[in-house]
């Protein structure tokens, strides 16, 4: 019975699925698998008994991906599952931004403290509503000019969503995109000048860290508002709060809380729930368990952060699965291993990313102590990072 890690809660029919299938979970320093939302994995955990974290959802950062590679722990994710309740959000702050809904209801507030006191009644609570309205006017979305910022899967549903809203959408991304719904420019400051809302789609990397700077803050217009739902440390939190101080920008919005954001007058915060919908979180819990088990009972890849995608039917008694560094002539001495074994090899699948390789080698009737001693034999070669010996779970070995 395998064991699984929860960093953080899943669903309940992603727990009855697994248990179903044999795992249980467990709290454990050595657990054979991790699956995990948004807290930060510790690496104390990822030891030579982790196969594999899970990862619901897209982003990474919380996870050591260097030392996983060198560990040989599989990672995976399950990006673009939570960019519908993204988008959404962000298209609900968008329209928050320009009605003043929060004072119309403190308006109606008002207007019910008169009605208990005895004050308004009858007909004249919709006259009375109506006298106040002069201070709610709001302006459209129609016409305003959004500037997106990272056009993944996120970025180009918001493109395609504010496009029809009667919105001008410049886009900007490292890649060339080809779309109707946006004019794309590599000149981030062309696409700040221009835009009435910046909205930060970006994955955090050494490029965009700190991207929105006092020079992109000096770039912006001053009833600009900067959305931030792509990760906090992308805007540089002195200068967002210097800008907004000066009057360069109006508001900020962002789904990254810290300790100055969030007692700023003109910061609107989020506790980080852009993908955090009933639809997303178990979309993203189903995915990666699915990919997950696979791995640990097939040892197929299938869109993994860090190992290359391999797939190769189980067929045999039992499977080798090695990952190793990726060289010219790599793999030879690794199958000249298994001949001097006297391993029988029914069929080999490798492919490889960045750097390393991923290699299946199934091995045909032969016994077990055998298939073991040559498992052995592979982990002790230098550039083998880790050796996994399966059983076919569907014959009996």
Known sequence: MKTIYLLDEITEATKEKARAKGYRFADTQTPEAIFVRSKQVPDALITADLAVIARSGSGTNTINIDKCTENGTVVFNSPGVNAN??????????????????????????????????????????????????????????????GILGLGEIGERLAEACYHLGMDVIGYARTQKDSMYFEQTAALSELLKEADFVVVLLPLNDQTQGLINEEA????????????????????????????????????????????????????????????????????????????????????????????????PFLAPYRLTIFH???????????????????????????????????????????????????????????????RLLHNPHLDV
Do not use: C, W
């Open 217 to 312: 803050f000096a770039s912006m217009k001053p009833e600009a508002i900067l959305l931030n739902f792509g990760r906090g440390e992308i805007v540089d939190e002195a200068a967002v709060l210097k800008a907004l101080d000066a009057g360069r920008i109006k508001q900020y919005i962002t789904d990254f809380p810290t300790t100055s954001v969030v007692q700023h007058p003109k910061v609107e915060t989020y506790p980080h729930i852009g993908g955090t919908t009933v639809d997303a979180l178990t979309a993203g819990d189903r995915i990666v368990f699915a990919r997950m088990d696979r791995f640990l009972r097939y040892g197929t890849i299938k869109e993994s952060v860090n190992f290359p995608e391999v797939t190769l």
């Open 85 to 146: 309740a993204v988008k959404e959000l962000v298209l609900t702050n968008l329209f928050l931004s320009v009605r003043p809904l929060d004072k119309a209801h403190e308006v109606m507030r008002q207007i019910e403290v008169e009605i208990a006191k005895g004050n308004i009644a009858g007909d004249a609570v919709l006259a009375a509503a109506e006298e106040r309205r002069s201070t709610l006017i709001g302006e459209e979305l129609t016409g305003k000019t959004i």
């Open 325 to 387: 560094k990726d060289a010219p002539g790599a793999l030879a001495p690794l199958l000249k291993l298994l001949s001097d074994a006297a391993i029988d090899i029914a069929h080999l699948a490798s492919e490889r990313k960045a750097g390393m390789a991923y290699t299946i080698i199934d091995v045909a009737e032969q016994k077990m102590e055998e298939v073991q001693q040559a498992a052995a034999m592979l982990q002790e070669v230098p550039q083998v990072h880790r050796v």
